[in-house]
């Protein structure tokens, strides 16, 4: 069953959750992305891919400035906020519906909250390390919806994932309570690919459901598995192959509830996510 939410900004832009499978295209402006590094480096590139993936069904443009690939090296938030400043005030002025940005330091999340980004996307779940709570402070000082994904440095788990990441989760609703964001503010992200074998992928996405409701609330999940690794581990296929495999893993992502879905190959996987909806939703 979906969370039911409408968010709506000053800018006129809103989003509902919960009417049917959202679409955040992924866009990303780095050099080195492990799927599509390169390719949308240019404010005139990015632009296009922006238009044809909202043309092709995305609700949500989700903007990163720096690579997540496995064994990334993090760069500075200055670095960040400069390879941003070329794109962000382009994108916001052209981009038709909300754009996230995706971003786990609270510098970057600060400059661009301020030119009027409408979600932040955290790959450190609020907790990262170097300056933790930090990214909740941001979010409540704006009021902005967050992705908290779930993450960690190992991948050795003494117990259940799921009760380890359902752990993780409340720390983080925790932090930002603390902080002053207000709870519908927070959508949760299994964080698929980040601090998980192969194995415990798998196991986190068959056991999907139980991530939706932590302590007594019902929260919106994103779903993050595009052209991830444990798709080409599991199947033996290079980056450039994993389209289909995305689609089931979405597909199975909405039959386990979760409300947003974020990918690369926005026109096929929309169309898998709309008739998935249409099949839940059918009445004789």
Same mark, same amino acid.
């Given at each position: ?123 450190? #779940?609020?907790? +990262?390390?170097?300056?933790?709570? *930090?990214?909740? /402070? @941001? ?5 902005? !919806? $967050? ?52 194995? #415990?992928?798998? +196991?986190?996405?068959?056991?999907? *459901?139980?991530? /939706? @409701? ?5 929260? !919106? $999940? ?63």
């Amino acid at each position: 069953m979906m969370s039911k939410r409408v968010y709506k900004w000053k800018d006129g832009k809103s989003l509902e959750i919960g009417r049917k499978t959202l679409i955040m295209g992924i866009l990303n402006v780095t050099p080195d992305s492990f799927s599509d590094g390169g390719k949308w480096n240019t404010v005139e590139t990015a632009i296009m891919h922006m238009k044809e993936m909202v043309a092709a069904g995305a609700d949500i443009i989700d903007v990163g400035a720096e690579s997540s690939r496995p064994g990334f090296e993090t760069m500075s938030a200055g670095a960040e906020i400069d390879r941003l400043s070329e794109f962000l005030d382009p994108i916001l002025q052209a981009c038709p519906v909300p754009v996230s940005i995706d971003t786990f330091k609270a510098e970057t999340a600060e400059y661009a909250a301020a030119k009027g980004v409408h979600i932040l996307n955290d790959i450190w #779940g609020l907790q +990262y390390r170097d300056e933790p709570g *930090e990214m909740a /402070k @941001v979010a409540a000082k704006y009021q902005l !919806p $967050v992705v908290v994904m779930h993450n960690r440095e190992s991948k050795e788990y003494d117990g259940d994932i799921i009760d380890s990441m359902r752990d993780f989760f409340t720390t983080s609703i925790d932090i930002a309570r603390k902080a002053g964001l207000r709870e519908d503010n927070i959508i949760l992200d299994p964080g698929i690919g980040f601090g998980k074998t192969v194995e #415990g992928n798998l +196991y986190v996405m068959q056991q999907l *459901e139980r991530l /939706k @409701v932590i302590n007594g609330k019902d929260y !919106p $999940v994103l779903l993050g598995t595009s052209r991830k690794s444990f798709i080409g581990n599991t199947l033996d296929l290079p980056v450039e192959e994993r389209m289909e495999a995305t689609g089931a893993t979405c597909v199975m992502g909405i039959m386990k509830g979760c409300e947003i879905m974020r990918v690369h190959d926005v026109l096929p996987i929309s169309r898998m996510c709309r008739i998935t909806d249409a099949i839940l939703e059918a009445k004789q």
